[in-house]
């Protein structure tokens, strides 16, 4: 029997609900859920993180209500108030001290992460409609990203550019080696470095994206974040339209479509999504599961959408354990390496919500199967091995709690409507 069918719901939502609630802070009136705060994990993970947040949230919906709708909370109150930066949401919100060192300041970074809080705060709200809870996150997403268009979109084409691999979230991914000026075999203290060494310097230049193009700092335009933008920004007019504001739906509908076509006309070649080097807008030439979360911002056309469902199913990107960062035959496949072909379940459910969005539905079946597997294995690890599943980097790590939507939606459980 599958391991969907036979899961005991309850039992993942107690086993869900208990690790959480071990990581989960409350400081400064806020309460959030750490990325991990096991001895043994990266000391960093006490922190609050943006995207873990909206993972975290989407898990909390399952069966805590409040807590999923906190922990977007808690992200809009660290939103920047003042300077050119207004607006923008920090990657990394330390409110008991910790960023002084890369940052400059203790409470937060100065680079914000993939932009899922709209889209996270619409999925709350179709199962548990809650208008006031919209309201009051809706001034500070539509600030959120006026930031992005005014300070991460130099060329004004609508694509967003990073300036730190940090705030792609996929932090030492073999696609930002060269925009590192890093070797393509490079060693996890060398890349870890390097990136640490980044940060300062962007402080240095204002973290103005022009700035650091000008001056030949590391500077992408990455597929999967381009998508969950335009996914946010559709996410926004929705919100726009349940707080019966029909015309900003128009507008946040249409910067979700102007994302899009700029996708097409400049990510995508020969059918298939590539990352853009920020200065030239060259293709950066390095697989990666990536473009398969192009889906989850609707960026494709049905026929591109084909092909990479096809290309998904092949073995290299489909091993026991899909799906790995990178595919398995490529050269800087390393499974056991950070971000350098391991499984996190965090890109798996934006794959599988792309799969469902084009009409994948077995695909989209198979991978919440083999994510299930993957956590009924191991346990709720940081990433896994593609290949032995076994669990890699810190444990208990919060962000795996979202295979419980993936068997919640499988399943067709009904989510509380009521906190
Ligand atoms: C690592 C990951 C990043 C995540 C953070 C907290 O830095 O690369 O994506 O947000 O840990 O889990």
Same mark, same amino acid.
């Given at each position: 029997m599958s391991v969907i069918a036979a899961a005991n719901w309850d039992e993942w939502v107690a086993k869900a609900a208990a690790m959480l609630r071990a990581n989960r802070i409350e400081i400064d009136g806020c309460r959030?859920?750490?990325?991990?705060?096991?001895?043994? $994990?990266?000391?960093?993970? =006490?922190?609050?993180?943006?995207?873990?947040?909206?993972?975290?949230? *989407?898990?909390? !919906?399952?069966?805590?209500?409040?807590?999923?709708?906190? /922990?977007?909370?808690?992200? =809009?109150?660290?939103?920047?108030?003042?300077?050119?930066?207004?607006?923008?949401?920090?990657?990394?919100?330390s409110r008991r001290g910790g960023s002084e060192q890369l940052w400059g300041r203790p409470d937060h970074s100065?680079?914000?992460?993939?932009?899922?809080?709209? =889209?996270?705060?619409?999925? *709350?709200?179709?199962?548990?409609?809650?208008?006031?809870?919209?309201? /009051?996150?809706?001034?500070?997403?539509?600030?959120?990203?006026?930031?992005?268009?005014?300070?991460? %979109?130099? %060329?004004?084409?609508?694509?967003?550019?990073?300036?730190?691999?940090?705030?792609?979230?996929?932090? $030492?991914?073999? !696609?930002?080696?060269?925009?590192?000026? *890093?070797?393509?075999?490079?060693?996890?203290?060398?890349?870890?470095?390097? !990136?640490? /060494?980044?940060?300062?310097?962007? =402080?240095?230049?204002?973290? %103005?994206?022009g700035a650091l193009l000008r001056a030949g700092s590391y500077c992408v335009e990455p597929v999967d974040y381009n998508a969950i933008r335009a996914a946010d920004l559709e996410a926004l007019g929705e919100m726009a339209a349940a707080l019966d504001r029909p015309q900003e739906a128009m507008e946040w509908g249409g910067r979700a479509a102007r994302v899009r076509e700029a996708f097409q006309r400049k990510m995508v070649r020969d059918g298939s999504p590539y990352d853009l080097d920020g200065a030239d807008e060259q293709p950066i030439v390095q697989e990666s599961a990536a473009q398969f979360i192009a889906l989850f911002g609707g960026c494709l056309t049905?026929?591109?959408?084909? !092909?990479? $469902?096809?290309?998904?199913?092949?073995?290299?990107?489909w091993p026991r354990f899909p799906v790995p960062t990178s595919p398995t035959d490529a050269p800087a496949f390393v499974p056991d390496q950070y971000w350098r072909g391991n499984v996190w379940l965090s890109v798996n459910w934006?794959?599988?919500?792309?799969?469902?969005?084009?009409?994948?539905?077995?695909?989209?079946?198979?991978?919440? /199967?083999?994510?299930?597997?993957l956590v009924a294995q191991s346990g709720f690890w940081e990433y896994y091995h593609p290949l032995t599943g076994q669990g890699l980097g810190s444990t208990p790590q919060s962000w795996s709690a979202i295979v419980l939507d993936m068997l919640g939606r499988e399943r067709g459980i009904e989510p509380p409507r009521q906190a």
């Open positions: 959030y859920t750490a990325p991990a705060t096991s001895p043994t $994990a990266n000391p960093a993970y =006490v922190h609050q993180f943006l995207w873990d947040s909206c993972f975290h949230a *989407l898990a909390y !919906r399952w069966f805590d209500l409040a807590m999923a709708r906190d /922990e977007l909370r808690a992200l =809009v109150a660290a939103q920047l108030q003042d300077g050119p930066d207004a607006g923008m949401i920090p990657h990394m919100i100065l680079i914000t992460q993939p932009p899922l809080i709209a =889209v996270t705060a619409m999925l *709350l709200h179709a199962d548990a409609p809650d208008v006031p809870f919209l309201a /009051e996150l809706y001034p500070a997403l539509c600030a959120y990203h006026a930031w992005f268009d005014r300070r991460r %979109d130099p %060329d004004g084409d609508g694509l967003i550019c990073l300036i730190h691999p940090w705030e792609s979230g996929w932090d $030492a991914s073999p !696609r930002w080696d060269r925009a590192m000026g *890093l070797p393509c075999d490079v060693a996890h203290e060398q890349g870890a470095r390097a !990136r640490a /060494e980044l940060a300062p310097r962007l =402080v240095e230049l204002g973290c %103005d994206a049905e026929a591109q959408a084909e !092909r990479l $469902a096809a290309q998904l199913r092949q073995p290299r990107h934006l794959i599988y919500m792309g799969l469902r969005r084009y009409g994948y539905v077995a695909l989209a079946s198979e991978l919440a /199967e083999r994510s299930l597997a």
